[in-house]
C-alpha cells in the first residue's frame, strides 16, 4: 500500500486507512481525513515537510511524520 507521503503532486488518491491509534488518529480524522475521502496533494515544501493538500474542498498543510500514517491508493 501507498502512504500519503510518497503520492506525488497533483495526484489525486483516495484515503484507504489511517494507520494510527488514539489521539493521532483522532486528530487526522477531525481534520476530515477519513476512509473513502479523496484528496489531491497540492504541493510539497523543498525539504518535503509540511505537505499541502486539498481536502473536502479546503487546504490543508500536513506533517510528513502525520502523512506516513495514512494509506491511499
Known amino acids: ?4 507521503r510518497e503520492s506525488k503532486v497533483g495526484t ?3 484515503v484507504v486507512k489511517v494507520g494510527s491509534t488514539g489521539s493521532m488518529k483522532r486528530r487526522i480524522m477531525e481534520m476530515g ?3 473513502g ?3 489531491v496533494v497540492r504541493k510539497v515544501a523543498p525539504l518535503g515537510d509540511p505537505i499541502e493538500i486539498t481536502v473536502r474542498g479546503y487546504e490543508l498543510s500536513i506533517r ?9 491508493e
Not at 500500500?1 to 500519503?4: A, F, K, N, R
Not at 511524520?65 to 491511499?72: G, S
Open 37 to 39: 475521502t479523496e484528496l
Open 1 to 4: 500500500m501507498q502512504t500519503l
Open 64 to 72: 510528513k511524520a502525520d502523512a506516513e500514517l495514512i494509506e491511499v
Open 12 to 14: 489525486k488518491v483516495r
Open 33 to 35: 481525513i477519513t476512509k
